[in-house]
């Protein structure tokens, strides 16, 4: 088991990134985490703000890409370990521009991944994703060692940063590890994933877009789920290795927004069907049994409990949505730290 005590969190304003750092903090007693994020679009202050002034968290405004903010940073601080969630995560922006992609999920991490060598730091968590493995035909689930076949330019993205931390470790010794995880879902979800377009959207009546025919199945994980994973990993797995981590709940799409609306006692009359994705996988399935024989892990939460947990929280925090509508959860932030 490593001691962690000084933690780098990277991109902890976003939706899993801010859920793990308040995971790690109701955790760990003694424990102080330090949260270098750029604000992009995803960043948002609020999803944070009840742990502004503590003293075991420190937010720094920077970006993985630039040498001289990630090398500041760690000429300040000895971390006993450093968890990647930076990146830009949005399939359907990386089909209208690859750009950003490509600079903050592979020359971000190989910023970090320098970092993490010049300074020794024991191990660099790399927080990568199922959709590197492509789509898979039923009854097939991807396996850590299967081929990586990803399909959008986002998904080729994850996929480079992974080899890129393979080649670190053959080549450098770099201490890293790398958890592939599929579909989250929870609290804090940035409201242009299909969850939250779903619950935001239904819960003022508006029409909810389906992609396609809405046949697309992908495996949804409750982000707490995914949290008490990546702790395990971060603590216990072995380096230079990657782990699935998967919900172990497969459903098309069509039938996890019936399923929303069911809850929200709305009709299915408002859901439109629409332009599919261009590349648009048709299904992620992760095989998990290395993380469950390894490290005891399994998913708890099951889609019913975590989709009514995710509702009644979008339900009491209208206010969050209305602040990203109408551009105001930034506001101040920018200027105040930087
Ligand atoms: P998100 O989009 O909600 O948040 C990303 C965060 O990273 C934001 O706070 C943003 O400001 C920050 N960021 C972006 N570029 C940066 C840069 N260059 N420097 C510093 N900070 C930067 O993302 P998320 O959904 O929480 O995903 C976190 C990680 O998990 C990502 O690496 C993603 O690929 C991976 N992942 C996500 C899912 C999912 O379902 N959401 C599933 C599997 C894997
Ligand atoms: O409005 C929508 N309508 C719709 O039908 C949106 C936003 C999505 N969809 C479909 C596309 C997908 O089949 O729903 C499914 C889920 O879409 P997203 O929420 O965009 O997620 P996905 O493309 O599966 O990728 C997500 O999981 C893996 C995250 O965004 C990635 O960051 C993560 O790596």
Same mark, same amino acid.
């Given at each position: ?20 750092? =308040?995971? $790690? ?28 002034? @503590? ?5 720094? =405004? ?14 300040? $601080? ?14 359907? @922006? ?11 999920? #592979? ?24 959709? &590197?493995?492509?789509?898979? +035909? ?52 940035? +409201? ?35 949290? =008490? ?5 971060? @603590? ?5 290795? &990657? ?13 996890? &927004? ?12 408002? #859901? ?34 975590? #989709? ?7 339900? =009491? ?22």
């Amino acid at each position: 088991m490593r001691l962690i005590r000084k933690l780098l969190i990277t991109g902890g304003l976003g939706f899993i990134g801010s859920n793990f750092i =308040r995971y $790690e903090l109701k955790n760990y007693d003694g424990l102080k985490i330090f949260n270098l994020d750029k604000l992009t679009y995803a960043g948002n202050p609020l999803n944070l703000k009840d742990l502004e002034g @503590r003293g075991s968290y420190v937010f720094v =405004r920077g970006d993985i890409c630039k040498d001289s903010d990630v090398m500041a940073l760690f000429k300040k $601080e000895k971390f006993d370990a450093v968890v990647n969630f930076a990146a830009e995560t949005h399939v359907d @922006r990386s089909i209208l521009d690859a750009k950003p992609f490509i600079k903050s999920n #592979i020359s971000g991490v190989q910023v970090l991944l320098e970092a993490v060598q010049k300074f020794g730091t024991p191990v660099f968590l790399q927080i990568s994703t199922d959709e &590197v493995y492509g789509s898979v +035909p039923p009854p097939k689930k991807s396996k850590e060692d299967d081929a990586l076949l990803p399909n959008s330019p986002y998904a080729a993205s994850k996929a480079s940063a992974d080899l890129l931390c393979r080649a670190y470790f053959v080549t450098h010794k770099t201490p890293i590890i790398v958890t592939r995880s599929s579909n989250n879902y929870g609290p804090f979800q940035f +409201p242009e994933k299909f969850v939250p377009v779903v619950i935001s959207r239904a819960m003022e009546d508006k029409p909810i877009p389906v992609y396609g025919k809405g046949i697309n199945v992908r495996d949804w994980l409750f982000v707490e789920d995914n949290c =008490r994973a990546i702790d395990l990993v971060l @603590r216990k797995g072995r380096l230079g290795e &990657v782990y699935n981590i998967g919900g172990a709940n497969e459903l098309r799409n069509i039938d996890l &927004v019936k399923q929303i609306l069911k809850i929200l006692k709305k009709s299915d009359d408002l #859901i439109i069907f629409v332009k599919d994705r261009p590349g648009h996988d048709l299904r992620y399935a992760l095989n998990c049994q290395k993380i469950q024989t390894e490290l005891g892990w399994k998913p708890c939460v099951n889609l019913s409990d975590g #989709i009514s947990t995710t509702v009644e929280w979008y339900k =009491r925090n209208k206010q969050w949505i209305k602040a990203i509508e109408k551009g105001t959860y930034q506001a101040n932030y920018k200027t105040k730290t930087k």
